[in-house]
C-alpha cells in the first residue's frame, strides 16, 4: 500500500521550508535583492495545508482521530517559540520604546497570543505601509491565519466524515470558493485580501487537497522531475516579478501555490532526494519556525535602538543573531516541549504561560506603554509635537497637493519696509520669530510659503510636481508688491546651482534686497529622538550643545558664493545655531525648550532665538519704498 504524505518523514519538506523562510528572511532584510521574496509565506501556507490534511485524514480513516489530541500537538509545536519571542519582544520594548510604540507593540502582542494577529494588523495598516515596517511582530499575521485553521479545518473535516462526504469534494469546494472572494476582493479591498483567513484558505487547502489526492498521485521518478521542474520555475518566477505593488495575493498566488503542491508531490524527484534533501537546507528548514519568528523583530528593534535605517553591515548581523537564536530556541526550547512524555501536562503548562503573555500585553496596553519608565521631561521631550501654531498653514504655509491661493492675509499691504518670506514649510517654521521681531521693529510681512516646495525659479520638483507653478505665481506677486526685503529659505540643497539665478531674477524684476538664509541644522535622526538616545544610553537629558547634527557647512559655502555672486546678501543660519562645541539642542530644561519638532523644523522659542540673531542683517537698512504699487 502506498504510504500517505504523513505517515513517513520526508527531508525535502524540510527543505521546501528552508527555500520559503529564506525567501521571507531575505525579503524583509534585502528587500531591492528580494523584491517577491514576502511568497515564502504562500509555501508555508501550502506545506501546512498538506501535513495537517494528511495526520487528519489518516486518523479519521483509522478511527483515532481526537480532536484535543490534535490541539495538544500544536499547541507543542507552535507555543514554545512564540511564547520565547512574544516575551523577548516585550521585554526589548521595555527597554528601547517610547510609551505609544510601546503600547501599540503590547496590543500587538496580546492579539499574537490570541491567534487573532492578521485581524489586529488589517484594522491597523497594510503589510506594505511604511509604517508597518516599524511594528515589530508584523510578520505573526501569517501565524494567525494558520492557527484560525486549525481551529476550523479538523472540525469541518471530522463532520464531513460523519456524514460521510467526500473530504476532497469538501476542500475543492472551500477552496475555490476562497479563491474566488480572493480575486473579487483584491481591487476593492486589498488589505483585507491580504489578511482575512476567508481570502487565503484557498492556499491551504491547496496543500490539503494534494494530500487528500495522494494515492492518486505518480509516484515515478520521472513524472516526479516533471512535476518538480515546473514547481521551481513557478517559485522562481513569483519571487522574481512580483513587488509590493502588485495587487496581491489575487491571481498572483497561483504561482508560489502550484509551485509549492508540485513540489510536495515529487518526494521521488531528483530535486527532492537531492537538493531539497541537501543536509544544510534540511537544518535551515528545522529551525525554519523560530528563524521565522526571530528574524523581523530583530530587523525592527535594531533599527529602532539605532533611530535610523539600518545599514547593510545592520541587517546582515541582525540576521546572522536571528539564526544563532533560532538553533537556541530549536535545541534548548522546542524540540524538549514538543517531543517526549507528559504531553498533556506540558500543553497546560504551555498554554497557562501564553495566557500570561496576552495577560502582559494587556497591562501594558492599559498603563499606556507604562510611560513612568521615562523622566517626565523626557517624554515631553522625545514626543514634542510640531509646532507650528504660528506658521498660518492651510493659509500662508499651502499644501499644493490641493491649494494654489494663499490667503489675503498673507501680506501687510499698509506696512513698511515689507519682508517678502518665500520657501518650504521651513521657512514657515520661521514665523514666530518673526512675528516676535515685529514687536520691537515696525515692518510688514508677506509670507509666501508652500510645503515641500523649494523658493527657486524654473525648477520641477519631483515630490510636489505643482511647486513650479507656484514659484511662479511668487515671483508674480513679488513683482506687483514690490517689497523692500526678499527673505529666502528653504532645504533646498539639491538645487544649489539654481539659486543663483533665482536671486538675480528677483532683483532684476523687483528691485528689492534679495537675502537667503541658509540651511539651519539637519539632525539626523530627528532631534526628539536624539533626545531619547541620548538619555536611553547616558541616563541624563541631553547637552544644551551636540555634534551629533549633519550640518550642512558645504551647502553654506557653495550658497553663499552663488548668492553673492549676484549681488545677494547672504547670512548662514548654522552660523547662529551651532559653534565648534556642536549644535543647540534646547534652549532650557523643559519640552518646549528644544530647538527642533523631527529633523529640519525649529520649535517656537528657537524660531525666535534665530530670528533675533539675523533680523538686524536681514532688515539692513532697507528703507520704505515711495509710490510703491500696493
Not at 500500500?1 to 520526508?10: D, H, Q
Not at 525592527?300 to 537556541?328: C, H, M, N, Q, Y
Not at 497637493?401 to 519696509?417: K, L, M
Not at 518670506?421 to 515696525?442: C, I, K, N, V, Y
Amino acid at each position: 500500500m502506498s504510504l500517505k504524505p504523513s505517515e513517513r518523514y520526508r527531508p525535502d519538506i524540510d527543505g521546501l521550508r528552508a527555500i520559503a523562510v529564506m525567501l521571507v528572511v531575505n525579503f524583509h532584510g534585502f528587500p531591492d535583492a528580494m523584491p517577491g521574496g514576502f511568497i515564502g509565506v504562500d509555501i508555508f501556507f501550502v506545506i501546512s495545508g498538506f501535513l495537517i490534511t494528511g495526520i487528519i485524514a489518516r486518523e479519521l480513516d483509522e478511527k483515532r482521530f481526537s480532536l484535543v489530541g490534535f490541539y495538544i500537538r500544536r499547541i507543542r509545536r507552535i507555543f514554545p517559540a512564540l511564547i520565547v519571542v512574544l516575551a523577548a519582544v516585550l521585554g526589548l520594548g521595555w527597554l528601547w520604546m517610547l510609551p505609544h510604540a510601546y503600547a501599540e507593540l503590547s496590543s500587538d502582542v496580546f492579539a499574537s497570543a490570541a491567534f487573532a494577529a492578521n485581524i489586529a494588523l488589517m484594522l491597523q495598516s497594510g503589510y506594505f505601509d511604511i509604517e508597518s515596517a516599524k511594528k515589530p511582530l508584523l510578520h505573526l499575521w501569517s501565524l494567525g491565519i494558520e492557527e484560525q485553521f486549525y481551529l476550523a479545518w479538523p472540525l469541518i473535516l471530522m463532520i464531513a466524515a460523519r456524514w460521510r462526504a467526500g473530504l476532497l469534494f469538501m476542500a475543492c469546494g472551500i477552496a475555490l470558493a476562497s479563491f474566488i472572494l480572493n480575486v473579487a476582493l483584491i481591487g476593492r479591498d486589498p488589505i483585507a485580501t491580504f489578511y482575512l483567513p476567508f481570502t487565503r484558505a484557498w492556499e491551504l487547502l491547496a496543500g490539503a487537497a494534494l494530500a487528500l489526492t495522494w494515492t492518486r498521485v505518480d509516484q515515478s521518478e520521472a513524472a516526479g522531475n516533471w512535476r518538480a521542474a515546473v514547481g521551481v520555475a513557478l517559485i522562481m518566477l513569483a519571487a522574481a516579478v512580483l513587488d509590493v505593488h502588485r495587487a496581491f495575493p489575487g491571481w498572483w498566488a497561483l504561482l508560489p501555490v502550484a509551485g509549492s503542491a508540485l513540489l510536495l508531490s515529487a518526494p521521488a524527484s531528483w530535486i527532492n532526494r537531492t537538493l531539497l534533501s541537501w543536509p544544510p537546507m534540511v537544518w535551515i528548514g528545522l529551525i525554519s519556525y523560530p528563524l521565522y519568528l526571530w528574524h523581523w523583530p530583530l530587523l525592527v528593534l535594531s533599527a529602532i535602538v539605532k533611530f535610523e535605517p539600518l545599514t547593510l553591515v545592520d541587517r546582515e548581523l541582525a540576521l546572522l543573531a536571528s539564526v544563532v537564536l533560532s538553533w537556541g530556541t530549536y535545541v534548548l526550547i522546542e524540540k524538549p516541549l514538543r517531543f517526549g512524555g507528559r504531553r498533556g501536562l506540558k500543553a497546560v503548562g504551555l498554554g497557562a504561560a501564553m495566557a500570561a503573555v496576552a495577560f502582559a500585553g494587556v497591562i501594558v496596553t492599559a498603563g499606556h506603554g507604562f510611560d513612568f519608565r521615562l523622566p517626565a521631561e523626557i517624554r515631553a521631550m522625545a514626543d514634542v509635537p510640531e509646532q507650528n501654531a504660528q506658521w498660518r498653514a492651510g493659509k500662508c504655509l499651502i499644501d499644493l497637493s490641493h491649494q494654489t491661493a494663499f490667503a489675503g492675509e498673507c501680506v501687510e499691504r499698509n506696512r513698511r519696509p515689507l519682508l517678502l518670506l518665500w520657501g518650504d514649510s521651513t521657512a514657515g517654521a520661521l514665523m514666530p520669530g518673526l512675528l516676535r521681531a515685529q514687536q520691537a521693529r515696525d515692518f510688514g510681512i508677506a509670507q509666501l510659503t508652500a510645503s515641500s516646495c523649494v523658493p527657486i525659479l524654473n525648477v520641477d520638483i519631483a515630490t510636489t510636481p505643482n511647486c513650479r507653478a507656484n514659484n511662479d505665481r511668487v515671483l508674480a506677486m513679488a513683482t506687483r508688491l514690490k517689497p523692500d526685503i526678499i527673505l529666502l529659505h528653504g532645504t533646498w540643497e539639491k538645487n544649489l546651482d539654481k539659486v543663483g539665478a533665482t536671486v538675480a531674477t528677483l532683483k532684476r524684476e523687483t528691485r528689492a534686497r534679495v537675502v537667503v538664509l541658509g540651511p539651519g541644522v539637519f539632525w539626523k535622526r530627528g532631534l526628539p529622538n536624539e533626545v531619547l538616545r541620548y538619555y536611553l544610553l547616558h541616563h541624563e537629558l541631553i547637552p544644551v550643545r551636540s555634534d551629533v547634527a549633519v550640518v550642512a557647512r558645504g551647502a553654506d559655502r557653495d550658497l553663499r558664493e552663488a548668492v553673492v555672486r549676484e549681488d545677494g546678501e547672504y547670512i548662514s543660519a548654522a552660523d547662529v545655531l551651532c559653534n565648534e562645541q556642536g549644535c543647540l539642542t534646547r534652549l532650557g530644561d523643559g519640552a518646549n525648550d528644544i530647538t527642533a519638532s523631527d529633523q529640519v523644523h525649529l520649535t517656537e522659542k528657537a524660531s525666535v532665538f534665530l530670528v533675533q540673531g539675523i533680523v538686524d542683517r536681514v532688515l539692513g537698512t532697507s528703507t520704505p519704498r515711495t509710490g510703491a504699487s500696493h
